[in-house]
């Protein structure tokens, strides 16, 4: 009978210490994916080679890393802003705490419906995978769902995270459309880039005129019937320099197609006819904006047109952007800009 008793004791022992040991791998491995899940961070931001971000309404981005610098779509390179920007995020991205259980089927719910899809690689391998978004209620963090790039298959826990010192939310940091990628710089080149430069004015036709250059101290100024003209050096040489590092302030190509097609059946008053050394010509139409409604006349002046801003169309007539005058202003002289003081009357 003792000899039972000690059985049935074994036994019960056993089964505690099976149970004991079941529960601790359970709670272990429930602590194992519960930190898995929170993994978003990559640190290693020198390694990557591409980011994928796509949004809920079809707009995709691919950005890959070259030589001459982060590229989207394989078509024009990056702003340096958007990408240091990105990366940053990617590198510090912290999760601030866990979904309450009470809020999480709302926000999964939400997160399906809007959220953003972000891949990273390092060389082929994707390193990193997971979904941004809609920002809390308190704006200061953004909710995110991690996916197992092992299995593909999504964490089902989603966290708020954030970035450390920076109050705000992801979602701008993360950009899906490719017109937002692009690096607004539209003109920038220097003399030795340059092989000839055609101003056409189309109110005023005799302020019109060519320059070509034929070294980086060598030039040509011409009327647009081939007659020289003179020029001063220095006038000249200023007047190159300002096609550096032009950008416009908005493209406009992605947004609304009613007011581009009412542009298109409108004459630009301007226009820009680049060629350069490597047998590239690009053309840069200019179009007056209208006056915005609430603008005050100042000093007794109404304004017929926007003084501030206008739209160019450019790369073979796709594209269409906004920008400013204070920007591009410089660059629609008249012959008589470049007419040296001891020649003038």
Wanted: proline share 4%.
């Amino acid at each position: 009978m003792k000899k039972r008793s000690s059985y049935i004791i074994i036994g019960i022992l056993l089964l505690l210490v099976g149970f004991s040991l079941y529960t601790y791998k359970k709670k272990n491995k429930s602590s194992t994916i519960d930190t898995e899940a929170r993994d978003f961070k990559y640190k290693d931001t020198a390694a990557i080679t591409k980011i994928f971000i796509a949004d809920k309404e079809g707009d995709k981005s691919t950005l890959t890393r070259t030589k001459n610098g982060w590229v989207v779509n394989n078509k024009y390179p990056c702003r340096r802003d958007a990408i240091l920007n990105l990366l940053e995020v990617i590198k510090n991205i912290e999760v601030k705490m866990p979904v309450s259980k009470k809020s999480k089927e709302g926000v999964l719910r939400v997160m399906a419906a809007s959220a953003l899809k972000v891949e990273i690689y390092a060389g082929d391998e994707l390193v990193k995978q997971y979904y941004v978004g809609h920002e809390t209620p308190d704006s200061e963090g953004s909710y995110v769902l991690l996916t197992d790039v092992v299995t593909g298959e999504n964490y089902t826990e989603p966290f708020v995270a954030f970035i450390p010192g920076f109050q705000g939310f992801l979602v701008p940091r993360y950009i899906a459309k490719e017109g937002e990628w692009r690096d607004r710089i539209v003109l920038n080149y220097t003399p030795p880039q340059l092989k000839q430069i055609k101003f056409t004015n189309f109110e005023r036709p005799d302020s019109s005129f060519i320059i070509d250059i034929l070294t980086t101290n060598s030039f040509k100024l011409k009327s647009l019937q081939g007659k020289e003209l003179p020029f001063d050096i220095g006038k000249m040489k200023q007047y190159l320099a300002y096609f550096q590092n032009v950008s416009y302030e908005t493209l406009l190509s992605d947004k609304s197609k009613k007011l581009q097609d009412s542009l298109a059946m409108q004459k630009p008053f301007a226009q820009l006819t680049i060629s350069s050394n490597d047998f590239r010509t690009s053309e840069f139409k200019f179009y007056y904006k209208q006056a915005p409604k609430d603008i005050n006349a100042e000093h007794g002046v109404v304004y017929k047109y926007d003084p501030d801003r206008l739209y160019m169309r450019f790369d073979f007539d796709k594209e269409w952007a906004l920008v400013q005058f204070y920007s591009f202003g410089k660059l629609f002289v008249s012959s008589n800009y470049f007419v040296p003081s001891s020649v003038k009357k």
